[in-house]
């Protein structure tokens, strides 16, 4: 495709990304929108066999679908996210890591925009440009002439009041002239002609592919010039010191994992006191335990060590610490689980057992580059892929609807905090909407219960907060055009009517 061709594309993109998203919030829109880059994409010939480009297409499909199912702000982040590894791997598909393809989406968000610029210096603008230019030489004289008009007017009143009048036609004209623009609709279009460059124009960072060609996931053998004895006696003291180090790290560990096994995993009893010192001191100890583990075997196993034939019992050693980090993070999963149980569902602590999930597998990885003496760019791959796939998968899920619903069933059984169950998203304003017999029979067993808890809603002002949000819902998805539709919310808002309808 030649350069004239690829502008004129990139232009009738923005022009319709600027009809898709011109005063529409999201919804419908950007799944015709993206459907179309793939589509594209697709005609073009640059969507392929190769595993990286068939998962960032699916993943970008997938993704889009889910906006309007879901309808979260997490699943809009995770489909832009989504987006720019689509662009960043069909940039070069032939790349081995994910984050090299985010690294050169990056790069082309700007470059791209040079690109399509440089490429107008071939085009009319180029001899409109060189008038621009030709007429620079008018630019003195203009000012000298407005100081001598500035000096005669406050000289002569009668000058000043014909300047005046010409002042305030031209000001007229500028007025009427500016309050015909639409500058939503003009900011709209650069915003629209920005996100097309970054889509349509290639440019490939050659440092970035040079170091993804350069990585390797085995860990390469590197041989040195000195001599063997004194390397076999370095060798030697930085195997004793890291047994000595694992030795107490894993006994150290092992006493913390005794006292959670027993404690937290067996024989916890909750003295209705607040339990959020309970899980984030955990949380910090899997934390803190975690990034040392990784950060001691990436040093110890960084070079000969792997390949020195006594290592084997610095390997087990090493084995055993990530076990037990495994373990820690398990007693953290239980605190969490804890937590859920008398306090129910939150962002946060949903969150939590996300990252937990992902930590447990990073340890993995550490014990697979030990046991086969993998990379650290295996490690860094690996994770940074992982974490991508559940953090996607995770966002289409509705994590609101789903606490809402956890909330409300356990709601006379766990704390059921009114203040935040009525600001969760829209999607689940019939699901929180609860009688006041009910919201006093909560109130009350929670007071009996939860002595600490006292700052919250009252049933009354709870009520008040629904049926204003329910309103404003209403009022909201009534205007809204078809570009704007999502199911989430279309869902949503029959339920609320069918629900009024039989109230009546």
Same mark, same amino acid.
């Given at each position: 495709?030649?350069?004239?061709?690829? /502008?004129?594309?990139?232009?009738?993109?923005?022009?319709?990304?600027? %009809?898709?998203?011109?005063?529409?919030?999201?919804?419908?829109?950007?799944?015709?929108?993206?459907?179309?880059?793939?589509?594209?994409?697709?005609?073009?010939?640059?969507?392929?066999?190769?595993?990286?480009?068939?998962?960032?297409?699916?993943?970008?499909?997938?993704? #889009?679908?889910?906006?309007?199912?879901?309808?979260?702000?997490?699943?809009?982040?995770?489909?832009?996210?989504?987006?720019?590894?689509?662009?960043?791997?069909? %940039?070069?598909?032939?790349?081995?890591? &994910?984050?090299? #393809?985010?690294?050169?989406?990056?790069?082309?968000?700007?470059?791209?925009?040079?690109?399509?610029?440089?490429?107008?210096?071939?085009?009319?603008?180029?001899?409109?440009?060189?008038?621009? +230019?030709?007429?620079?030489?008018?630019?003195?004289?203009?000012?000298?002439?407005?100081?001598?008009?500035? &000096?005669?007017?406050? #000289?002569?009143?009668?000058?000043?009041?014909?300047?005046?009048?010409?002042?305030?036609?031209?000001?007229?004209?500028?007025?009427?002239?500016?309050?015909?623009?639409?500058?939503?609709?003009?900011?709209?279009?650069?915003?629209?002609?920005? &996100?097309?460059?970054?889509?349509?124009?290639?440019?490939?960072?050659?440092?970035?592919?040079?170091?993804?060609?350069?990585?390797?996931?085995?860990?390469?053998?590197?041989?040195?010039?000195?001599?063997?004895?004194?390397?076999?006696?370095?060798?030697?003291?930085?195997?004793?010191?890291?047994?000595?180090?694992?030795?107490?790290?894993?006994? %150290?560990?092992?006493?913390?994992?005794?006292?959670?096994?027993? *404690?937290?995993?067996?024989?916890?009893? +909750?003295?209705?006191?607040?339990?959020?010192?309970?899980?984030?001191?955990?949380?910090?100890?899997?934390?803190? #335990?975690?990034?040392?583990? &990784?950060?001691?075997?990436?040093?110890?196993?960084?070079?000969?060590?792997?390949? *020195?034939?006594?290592?084997?019992?610095?390997?087990?050693?090493?084995?055993?610490?990530?076990?037990?980090?495994?373990?820690?993070?398990?007693?953290?999963?239980?605190?969490?689980? +804890?937590?859920?149980?008398?306090?129910?569902?939150?962002?946060?602590?949903?969150?939590?057992?996300?990252?937990?999930?992902?930590?447990?597998?990073?340890?993995?990885?550490?014990?697979?580059?030990?046991?086969?003496? /993998?990379?650290?760019?295996?490690?860094?791959?690996?994770?940074?892929?992982?974490?991508?796939?559940?953090?996607?998968?995770?966002?289409?899920?509705?994590?609101?609807?789903?606490?809402?619903?956890?909330?409300?069933?356990?709601?006379?059984?766990?704390?059921?905090?009114?203040?935040?169950?009525?600001?969760?998203?829209?999607?689940?304003?019939?699901?929180?909407?609860?009688?006041?017999?009910?919201?006093?029979?909560?109130?009350?067993?929670?007071?009996?219960?939860?002595?600490?808890?006292?700052?919250? %809603?009252?049933?009354?002002?709870?009520?008040?907060?629904?049926? +204003?949000?329910?309103?404003?819902?209403?009022?909201?998805?009534?205007?809204?055009?078809?570009?704007?539709?999502?199911?989430?919310?279309?869902?949503?808002?029959?339920?609320?009517?069918?629900?009024?309808?039989?109230?009546?």
């Amino acid at each position: 495709m030649n350069t004239t061709s690829l /502008k004129r594309i990139t232009l009738v993109s923005a022009i319709l990304i600027t %009809l898709l998203f011109y005063k529409q919030s999201n919804g419908l829109n950007v799944l015709i929108f993206e459907s179309l880059v793939v589509l594209y994409f697709w005609l073009s010939g640059r969507i392929t066999k190769n595993a990286l480009s068939i998962f960032s297409t699916v993943a970008l499909v997938s993704s #889009s679908i889910f906006t309007i199912i879901t309808y979260s702000n997490f699943v809009y982040v995770m489909n832009t996210i989504a987006l720019i590894l689509f662009i960043g791997v069909h %940039l070069e598909s032939n790349v081995k890591s &994910i984050v090299s #393809s985010f690294g050169l989406a990056f790069v082309n968000m700007f470059d791209g925009q040079k690109l399509f610029f440089t490429s107008l210096r071939n085009s009319r603008f180029q001899s409109m440009g060189k008038y621009v +230019w030709k007429f620079r030489i008018f630019l003195f004289p203009v000012i000298i002439i407005s100081i001598f008009v500035l &000096i005669y007017s406050n #000289s002569n009143p009668l000058f000043d009041k014909i300047v005046s009048t010409i002042n305030k036609y031209i000001g007229n004209w500028f007025s009427i002239f500016f309050e015909n623009i639409e500058f939503s609709l003009v900011f709209t279009f650069i915003v629209g002609l920005l &996100i097309s460059n970054f889509i349509l124009q290639q440019s490939k960072n050659a440092a970035i592919l040079s170091y993804d060609a350069q990585s390797d996931v085995e860990l390469q053998r590197i041989k040195r010039k000195e001599k063997r004895s004194f390397n076999n006696i370095g060798l030697k003291n930085e195997l004793r010191s890291a047994i000595f180090l694992f030795v107490s790290l894993n006994a %150290l560990l092992f006493v913390l994992n005794i006292l959670d096994i027993y *404690f937290v995993w067996f024989n916890f009893e +909750w003295a209705n006191e607040a339990l959020k010192g309970f899980v984030h001191e955990g949380t910090w100890y899997l934390i803190f #335990s975690i990034l040392l583990s &990784i950060a001691l075997v990436l040093y110890f196993f960084r070079g000969s060590l792997n390949f *020195f034939h006594k290592n084997k019992l610095l390997k087990v050693l090493c084995y055993a610490w990530l076990a037990q980090n495994t373990l820690l993070a398990v007693s953290v999963i239980i605190r969490n689980y +804890w937590y859920v149980h008398y306090f129910s569902l939150a962002h946060k602590r949903i969150g939590l057992f996300i990252f937990l999930l992902l930590t447990i597998y990073g340890l993995y990885t550490v014990f697979i580059k030990v046991k086969e003496r /993998k990379s650290a760019f295996y490690l860094f791959r690996n994770n940074v892929l992982v974490i991508y796939a559940l953090l996607l998968v995770s966002s289409f899920i509705n994590w609101d609807v789903i606490i809402a619903k956890y909330n409300v069933a356990h709601a006379g059984k766990s704390y059921y905090e009114m203040r935040y169950a009525a600001y969760l998203s829209d999607a689940t304003l019939p699901i929180v909407e609860l009688p006041i017999a009910e919201l006093e029979r909560i109130q009350k067993f929670q007071f009996n219960k939860y002595p600490l808890e006292r700052n919250d %809603l009252t049933p009354e002002l709870y009520i008040q907060t629904i049926e +204003w949000r329910k309103n404003e819902f209403k009022n909201k998805w009534e205007k809204k055009s078809w570009l704007s539709w999502n199911l989430s919310e279309y869902l949503t808002y029959r339920k609320l009517v069918d629900s009024n309808s039989l109230a009546e």
